[in-house]
């Protein structure tokens, strides 16, 4: 019973995933007369309710696991090393789980209202989640790579459901660049295993730790190889630059809630295996140091990827295309963190909490674009939300709220995101790499506030067609609850910043 409940919160979900699979395939569909070919036509609003609860479910499993402990769980120590699972992971579940229930809510109300009404979203969403919960627990280099895949092949569908060119131009773009990076890990894991005979990462990181000692046949050359191989790779899913080329068109080209769950769930997960492989795998003294590490490299692919994003994001005319820039520069301020972890005891806290408040600010900034458009009447442009304040104030003032927290204004989640990350920097004795990611965060403040210009100052240009929101409960619940938790991470962010203490890796010594 340990074991099961120990794995419940990735269990449930992908039970949850059949069951839905099953009712997606055999309900009757309220369109079946004129749409046969597609059972689960018109059926948005009971699959995204179905696909929320499950994840809802696992996010109280997580819950509970946290609560009881998974260190007072005996026997649960038998799924290592490919499954690890301790509180790292549990607390990761929960906010993949709680991210993916935000991105169901949304399509719920987003697919129907805009002829999308693909009933294989909710499936694939449940699939991709349920990937990207056992990646966050990989703790071998087969389990990782399988449930990379498993996340990835997942979010590649959701990309290209859209019947467009664009979207899919978009699927490809990300199919061929993400199976390209997947390659390099491939051939990054077969190099550990033929240095080091391990696949698992504890094994590898004992391995490379004997390099220098007597005896030690470990070979130094494709340890560096694969370790350049790997972070190329990851880097890829987190979309940091010069890795960042699929993003933009990907998150302009898929349904807007693919975009929030590909912003959210793919990008946590891919930073939680980063911090685990780094960490567990690569942790050893001489590569996690300034002088011959990777915290080097990682630095300066931090500040490229905050300064670039920032500098390109100012320039869009699309709001979502500008969303998507915001995300890898954001990228780029959790990457400060994981450098941070070199030599700050709260590194690692300070990207768990990072990616937590970034979680419900993003989802609720996408939420809030989808809300702000019906169709034929969509928010795409900056000029598309000129004058919506006055027209519909509660429209935009969701819109700001999650808006000023993606810019790290107080009281919202993201000022304390922002400020532990800097503040673990600061400790690091990183003094310059936190300068420059405050004055990256100054510069990204000038793209959220022009949203907040148009909104309330600007009028309508003369015959356009302004944004009309849409008029969805599903939708509307999301933005609801994403506001409560951004507020309320933001007013007593205490208890999550001490979740996310508790919740670092921490390397068994042999």
Same mark, same amino acid.
């Given at each position: 019973m340990?074991l #099961?409940f120990g794995?419940?919160?990735i269990?449930s979900?992908g039970?949850?995933?059949?069951l839905l699979?099953?009712a997606?395939?055999?309900?009757k569909?309220?369109?079946?007369?004129t749409?046969?070919a597609d059972a689960?036509?018109?059926?948005?609003?009971e699959?995204?309710l179905g696909?929320a609860?499950?994840?809802l479910?696992?996010t109280a499993?997580s819950?509970g696991? !946290? @609560?009881v402990?998974?260190e007072?769980?005996e026997?649960?120590?038998?799924t290592?090393p490919?499954?690890? @699972?301790?509180?790292?992971t549990?607390f990761?579940?929960?906010?993949?789980t709680?991210g993916?229930a %935000?991105?169901a809510l949304?399509a719920?109300?987003?697919?129907p209202?805009h002829?999308i009404d693909?009933?294989?979203?909710?499936p694939?969403l449940?699939l991709?989640?349920v990937g990207?919960?056992?990646?966050?627990a990989a703790?071998?280099l087969?389990?990782?790579f399988v449930?990379?895949?498993?996340?990835s092949?997942g979010?590649?569908?959701m990309?290209?459901l859209r019947r467009s060119p664009r979207?899919?131009?978009?699927?490809?773009?990300?199919?061929?660049?993400?199976?390209?990076?997947?390659?390099?890990m491939l051939?990054g894991?077969?190099?550990?295993?033929g240095a080091?005979g391990?696949t698992?990462?504890?094994?590898?990181g004992?391995?490379?730790k004997?390099?220098g000692?007597?005896?030690?046949?470990v /070979?130094v050359a /494709?340890?560096l190889i694969a370790?350049?191989?790997?972070l190329?790779?990851l880097?890829f899913?987190?979309s940091?630059?010069?890795?960042?080329m699929w993003?933009p068109?990907?998150?302009?080209g898929a349904?807007t809630?693919a975009t929030s769950?590909?912003?959210v769930?793919?990008k946590?997960?891919a930073? +939680?295996i980063?911090?685990r492989v780094?960490?567990?795998?690569?942790?050893?003294?001489r590569?996690?140091? #300034?002088?011959?590490g !990777?915290?080097?490299a990682?630095?300066?692919m931090a500040?490229?990827?905050?300064?670039?994003?920032n500098?390109v994001?100012?320039r869009q005319?699309?709001?979502?295309?500008m969303?998507a820039y915001?995300?890898?520069a954001? +990228?780029?301020?959790a990457?400060?963190g994981?450098?941070a972890t070199?030599?700050?005891?709260?590194g690692?806290?300070s990207?768990?909490f990072?990616?937590?408040?970034?979680t419900v600010?993003?989802?609720?900034a996408?939420?809030?674009?989808i809300?702000?458009?019906?169709?034929?009447?969509?928010?795409t442009?900056?000029e598309?939300?000129?004058?919506?304040a006055?027209?519909?104030?509660?429209?935009?003032?969701?819109?700001?709220? %999650?808006?000023l927290?993606?810019?790290?204004?107080?009281?919202t989640?993201?000022f304390f995101?922002?400020?532990?990350? %800097?503040?673990?920097?600061f400790?690091?004795?990183?003094y310059?790499?936190?300068?420059?990611?405050l004055?990256n965060s100054l510069?990204?403040?000038?793209?959220?506030?022009?949203? @907040?210009v %148009?909104m309330?100052m600007?009028e309508?240009?003369?015959g +356009?067609?302004? +944004?009309v929101?849409m008029?969805s409960?599903f939708?509307t619940s999301?933005?609801?609850l994403?506001?409560?938790?951004?507020f309320?991470?933001?007013?007593a962010?205490? !208890?999550?910043?001490d979740m996310a203490a508790a919740?670092?890796?921490?390397?068994s010594?042999?």
């Open positions: 340990n #099961w794995l419940s919160p269990l979900v039970i949850g995933t059949l699979m099953l997606e395939a055999f309900g569909s309220p369109e079946a007369s749409n046969p689960g036509s018109g059926r948005s609003g699959l995204a696909a609860v499950v994840l479910v696992g499993f819950i696991v !946290w @609560m402990g998974p007072n769980l026997g649960l120590e038998v290592r490919y499954l690890v @699972m301790d509180r790292f549990v990761f579940c929960f906010v993949l709680l993916g %935000f991105a949304l719920g109300g987003y697919l209202e002829g693909r009933s294989e979203f909710f694939l449940l991709s989640t990207a919960m056992t990646l966050v703790g071998d087969l389990s990782l449930a990379l895949e498993t996340m092949l979010v590649y569908c990309v290209g979207a899919a131009e978009a699927a490809l773009k990300y199919f061929l660049l993400g199976s390209f990076a997947a390659a390099l051939f894991a077969a190099l550990l295993y080091t391990r698992d990462l504890e094994g590898i004992q391995a490379i004997t390099i000692q007597p005896g030690s046949v /070979p /494709p340890i370790l350049v191989l790997t190329v790779g880097l899913k987190v940091a630059v010069p890795f960042h993003t068109d990907a998150y302009e349904p809630p769950f590909m912003a769930a793919v946590a997960a930073f +939680a980063l911090l780094l960490i567990v795998a690569f942790g050893d003294e590569l996690m140091n #300034w002088g011959t !990777w915290p080097p990682l630095a300066l500040v490229l990827t905050m300064t670039v994003a500098l994001a100012g005319t699309s709001v979502k295309r969303l915001s995300s890898i954001h +990228a780029g301020y990457l400060v994981v450098v070199m030599r700050s005891a709260d690692q806290a990207v768990l990072y990616l937590l408040t970034y600010s993003t989802v609720g996408f939420g809030a674009l809300y702000c458009g019906s169709r034929g009447a969509e928010a442009s900056y598309d939300l000129a004058g919506l006055k027209r519909h104030p509660a429209a935009a003032l969701a819109f700001s709220v %999650f808006l927290s993606l810019a790290g204004l107080p009281p989640a993201g995101g922002k400020l532990y990350v %800097f503040r673990a920097a400790d690091a004795e990183l310059l790499l936190a300068v420059l990611g004055l510069l990204g403040a000038y793209y959220y506030l022009r949203v @907040m %148009f309330y600007r309508p240009a003369p +356009a067609q302004p +944004a929101p008029k409960a939708v999301a933005l609801v994403a506001a409560v938790l951004v309320a991470l933001g007013i962010p205490g !208890w999550s910043l919740a670092k890796i921490v390397v010594v042999r």
